[in-house]
C-alpha cells in the first residue's frame, strides 16, 4: 500500500461527493419541475379550498413559495446534510424515520439476493465459460437469455401464483403475518415471508452475471498460460482454481458490485408484487402519492449506496489485484 | 444433418425476428378500437380456439390488449433508442475530439445518470413530468443512452490509441476528419449492436414503471398496465390474464436480444465466416 493508491482512493471518494451533489441537484431541479402544488400537496385540496387569500399568502410564506430556487436548493441541502430530511407527506413521520424502518425491511432482502445472485452467477458462469460449446453452456446460456428477457414484476407474479394462490406453500404478500401484535413477529416469521421475494430477485440477478463471467472465462481460456497448462495435462478444477480464479474474480468483483443498483431497482417491482413495506415499495407510493421530501431522500439514500457499492469494489480490487496496489491504478 | 451453414442459420433468425415484431406492430396498431371494446356476454372466459388469450372481467379480448400494449412498447422502444443513438454518437465523437477535459465531463455525466437506480430514475422524471404516458415515454427515451455512450466511448479511448490513428494525426489529418473518416466506421458494427440491444432494457423498463401504476391511462393499454390490472385478478384463479400477456412480453424483448446477438455475430469479423 503506498502513497498513489491512498490518494487514488481519495480520488475516489471526492467523485462520489461531487456527484451525490449533483444528483441531489438533478433531484431536485426535477422535483421543482413537476406540476404539483406545494401547498395543496401540503395542506390539502380541500382545506386550501375553505382559505382566504391571505391566508393562502401566509402560508405560501411559510412554506417558502416564493423564495428563489438556489435558497430553497441550499436551504433544503443544508437541512439534508443535518439529518433533517423533511416530514413525508404519506407517511405524516420524520422522512428520516420512514427510511430507517423500510430500509432494514428491504436490507436483509437485498443482501439475500445479492450474496445468492453473486455467488449462483460466477459458479454458472465459470461452468459456462470452461465448458464453452457444450450441453452445460448451452443451458446456461438459454437459461439467461430467457431470465434476461423476463421482467422481474412478472416473474414475481409467476411465483406467487404458483406458490401462493395454488400450493399455498408461502404467504401472499407483506413482511409479517397478519393480525399478530409487533412484539409476536419471530425471525423466523420474516424469514418466511421473505422467501420468495428475495427467490425472485436471486433468479433474476443471476443472468447478467452470470454471462459477463462467461465472456471474461472464455477471454481466459482462449489464453496462452491457459493453452500451455492444458497442454500439461492441467483440467478441470485444477486448472480452474490455479489458472482461472484470480483472473476472473476482478471482473466479478466489479460485477457484483455494480449489480447493487439493479437488485436495488429489481426490489421496487418485486416489493410492489409482494406487498413488501420496504424502501422500494415506499419509492412507488412516494412518486405515486407525489410525496416529493421522501422521493428525494430515497433517491439519493439509494445513489450513497450504488455509490459505496463502486468504491468497496475499487478497494477491493487493490485488495486481490497486486499491480494496482502498487500503484498501476493509474494508466 | 446440416442442410444450412451457421451464417445462413443466423440470417433465417434475423429474417424471423423481423417478421415477428412487424407483425406484432401492425396487428397492434390496427387493433386500437377492439382493445377497447367491451363485452358482457363474454367476460371472464378461459382461453379457447375463439380467444386464444381468454378475455377480462370487462369482456376485452385480452390477444388483442396485449398485441397493442406491445406494440406501444416496441413504438417507446424505437423513440428511446433514436433519443440514445443521437447522444451517443455525439458525446462519443466529442470524448474522441475534444480531449480530456471534455471526456472527464462526459464521463462524469454518464456515472451520474449510472448513479440512481434506474427505475428509481424513471419515477422521478415520470413525477417531474406530472405522470401519464408522456412521462413514461420521454423518461424512457431520456434514460438509456448512459449505457450505450459508455460503450462507445470506452471503444474510442482504445482507438486513440492504435497505430493507424495515430500515424493519421501524425500526417497531420484534423481530428475532426480522423473521427469521420476512421473512427466512426469502426464503431459503426457495435453502434448498430449496441442500439438493437437497447430495445430489450427500454421496454423492460417501460412495462415496469407502467406495471407500477405511473403512466396510467384507460385508452392506451401499455403491457405494464395490462398485468398490473391482471395482479388483482390473480388470487381468484384468472392465471390466464397474467400467463400470455407475459409470455408474449418474454418472447418480444428475447427476439430483440436473439436479434442484437445475431447482429454481432454477422458484423464481427472475428466471428463472421464461422
Known amino acids: 500500500m503506498n502513497r498513489r493508491w491512498y490518494i487514488f482512493i481519495l480520488k475516489n471518494l471526492i467523485r462520489i461527493v461531487l456527484l451525490t451533489v449533483c444528483i441531489s441537484i438533478v433531484t431536485f431541479a426535477l422535483m421543482k419541475a413537476s406540476p404539483i402544488d406545494p401547498l395543496q400537496a401540503n395542506v390539502g385540496q380541500a382545506a386550501l379550498g375553505s382559505m382566504s387569500q391571505e391566508q393562502k399568502e401566509k402560508l405560501e410564506e411559510y412554506w417558502g413559495v416564493n423564495t428563489p430556487p438556489v435558497q430553497q436548493y441550499l436551504s433544503w441541502a443544508g437541512d439534508f446534510v443535518r439529518g433533517d430530511m423533511g416530514t413525508s407527506l404519506l407517511y405524516r413521520q420524520p422522512v428520516t424515520k420512514v427510511i430507517a424502518v423500510k430500509l432494514s425491511n428491504s436490507l436483509m432482502l437485498l443482501a439475500i439476493a445479492w450474496i445468492l445472485s453473486g455467488i449462483l452467477g460466477f459458479a454458472l458462469g465459470v461452468i459456462s465459460g470452461m465448458n464453452r460449446g457444450r450441453l452445460a453452456d448451452k443451458l446456461i446460456k438459454g437459461y439467461c437469455l430467457i431470465i434476461s428477457s423476463t421482467p422481474a414484476f412478472w416473474l414475481a407474479l409467476l411465483l406467487l401464483m404458483i406458490f401462493s394462490v395454488w400450493l399455498h406453500i408461502f404467504p401472499i404478500g407483506l413482511s409479517v403475518p397478519i393480525g399478530v401484535e409487533a412484539s409476536g413477529v419471530t425471525l423466523a ?143 | 444433418m446440416k442442410i444450412l451453414n451457421r451464417r445462413q442459420r443466423v440470417i433465417l433468425g434475423i429474417i424471423f425476428s423481423i ?30 380456439a375463439e380467444y386464444i388469450f381468454g378475455t377480462d372481467w370487462l369482456g376485452r379480448d385480452m390477444l388483442v390488449r396485449t398485441l397493442k400494449g ?152 401499455a403491457i405494464g398496465i395490462v398485468l398490473s390490472e391482471s395482479m388483482k385478478y390473480l388470487v381468484t384463479g384468472k392465471w390466464w390474464l397474467a400467463l400470455f400477456p407475459g409470455i408474449l412480453l418474454v418472447a418480444t424483448v428475447m427476439v430483440f436480444y436473439v436479434l442484437g446477438e445475431s447482429m454481432r455475430k454477422l458484423l464481427d469479423p472475428g466471428s463472421a465466416h464461422e
Open chain 2, 19 to 48: 417478421i415477428f415484431l412487424a407483425a406484432v406492430c401492425i396487428f397492434g396498431s390496427l387493433g386500437t378500437e377492439a382493445a377497447r371494446v367491451t363485452d358482457f356476454s363474454r367476460k371472464n372466459l378461459a382461453p379457447c
Open chain 2, 70 to 221: 406491445l406494440s406501444i412498447s416496441i413504438f417507446i422502444g424505437i423513440a428511446a433508442a433514436a433519443f440514445s443513438a443521437a447522444v451517443a454518437l455525439v458525446l462519443g465523437i466529442a470524448s474522441a475530439t475534444m480531449g480530456k477535459t471534455v471526456d472527464a465531463v462526459i464521463s462524469f455525466i454518464i456515472d451520474l445518470i449510472m448513479g440512481v437506480p434506474h427505475i428509481l430514475l424513471l419515477i422521478l422524471i415520470s413525477v417531474a413530468l406530472g405522470k401519464g404516458l408522456k412521462g413514461v415515454v420521454i423518461g424512457v427515451a431520456l434514460t438509456h443512452w448512459a449505457s450505450l455512450a459508455r460503450l462507445i466511448r470506452a471503444e474510442v479511448i482504445q482507438l486513440r490509441e492504435s497505430p493507424y490513428i495515430q500515424i493519421a494525426a501524425k500526417l497531420g489529418k484534423s481530428k475532426w476528419y480522423i473521427a469521420r473518416k476512421h473512427m466512426i466506421p469502426h464503431l459503426l458494427p457495435q453502434f448498430l449492436v449496441g442500439l438493437v440491444l437497447l430495445f430489450p432494457h427500454a421496454i423492460l423498463h417501460e412495462s415496469s414503471v407502467t406495471f407500477l401504476g405511473f403512466g396510467l391511462s384507460t385508452e392506451q393499454p
Open chain 1, 189 to 331: 416469521d420474516r424469514i418466511y415471508h421473505a422467501v420468495l421475494p428475495a427467490l425472485t430477485l436471486s433468479i433474476t440477478g443471476v443472468s447478467n452475471i452470470a454471462l459477463h463471467t462467461r465472456e471474461k472465462m472464455i477471454d481466459i481460456m482462449e489464453s496462452d498460460y491457459v493453452l500451455f497448462a492444458r497442454m500439461r495435462g492441467e483440467k478441470g478444477w485444477r486448472l480452474f482454481r490455479y489458472y482461472g480464479f484470480r483472473n476472473v474474480l476482478l471482473p466479478a468483483v466489479t460485477l457484483q458490485f455494480a449489480s447493487i443498483s439493479e437488485i436495488f431497482g429489481g426490489s421496487v417491482l418485486v416489493e410492489q408484487v409482494f406487498s413488501y413495506p420496504g424502501l422500494g415499495q415506499a419509492a412507488v407510493a412516494a412518486g405515486l402519492g407525489s410525496d416529493l421530501p421522501l422521493l428525494m431522500a430515497i433517491t439519493i439514500v439509494s445513489a450513497l449506496i450504488v455509490f459505496g457499492g463502486n468504491l468497496t469494489a475499487n478497494i477491493l480490487y487493490g485488495l486481490i489485484d497486486p499491480r494496482i496496489r502498487r500503484g498501476g491504478a493509474e494508466k
